[in-house]
């Protein structure tokens, strides 16, 4: 068990806790992603709440899929004194190497619902065929 110091006793001033809590805006996060995969392909989906489909750069170099987003910080409004801002926005890259089986003209994406969706279909000759087996 580790033991963790606070930094100061929390007040009993829940509001004043909360202007006064240190917050370094400057970290710099990569979003989370699944990767799934189906019998005709993959498919990655990027968490990104508050970005919209114009702030993504997809791209594919060899066999190298790149996604990556960039998005200024939105500027405080004239008369608004701003207390504290944690909602933050930069630039990210996600680089992914794709199988060999991937084929890379068929790279669709859609955006919904604060989440990228990269659809990555197999090669056709690649697919598992199905075979039906009578039985005698």
Same mark, same amino acid.
């Given at each position: 068990?580790?033991?963790?110091?606070?930094?100061?006793?929390?007040?009993?001033?829940?509001?004043?806790?909360?202007?006064?809590?240190?917050?370094? +805006?400057?970290?710099?996060?990569?979003?989370?992603?699944?990767?799934?995969?189906?019998?005709?392909?993959?498919?990655?989906?990027?968490?990104?709440?508050?970005?919209?489909?114009?702030?993504?750069?997809?791209?594919?170099?060899?066999?190298?899929?790149?996604?990556?987003?960039?998005?200024?910080?939105?500027?405080?409004?004239?008369?608004?004194?701003?207390?504290?801002?944690?909602?933050? $926005?930069?630039?990210?890259?996600?680089?992914?190497?794709?199988?060999?089986?991937?084929?890379? +003209?068929?790279?669709?994406?859609?955006?919904?619902?604060?989440?990228? $969706?990269? +659809?990555?279909?197999?090669?056709?000759?690649?697919?598992?065929?199905?075979?039906?087996?009578?039985?005698?």
């Amino acid at each position: 068990m580790t033991l963790v110091r606070f930094q100061h006793a929390p007040s009993k001033n829940l509001l004043s806790d909360f202007w006064n809590q240190p917050f370094d +805006n400057a970290v710099a996060v990569q979003p989370v992603v699944n990767i799934l995969e189906t019998a005709d392909g993959f498919r990655i989906e990027v968490a990104a709440p508050g970005l919209n489909k114009e702030d993504f750069k997809i791209s594919v170099e060899k066999n190298l899929l790149t996604i990556s987003a960039q998005k200024e910080n939105a500027r405080a409004e004239e008369g608004v004194k701003v207390h504290r801002r944690e909602f933050a $926005y930069g630039a990210f890259e996600r680089v992914f190497r794709l199988p060999e089986t991937i084929d890379t +003209n068929q790279i669709k994406a859609n955006f919904k619902n604060g989440i990228l $969706y990269v +659809n990555l279909d197999k090669k056709a000759e690649t697919k598992p065929a199905v075979k039906t087996i009578e039985i005698g």
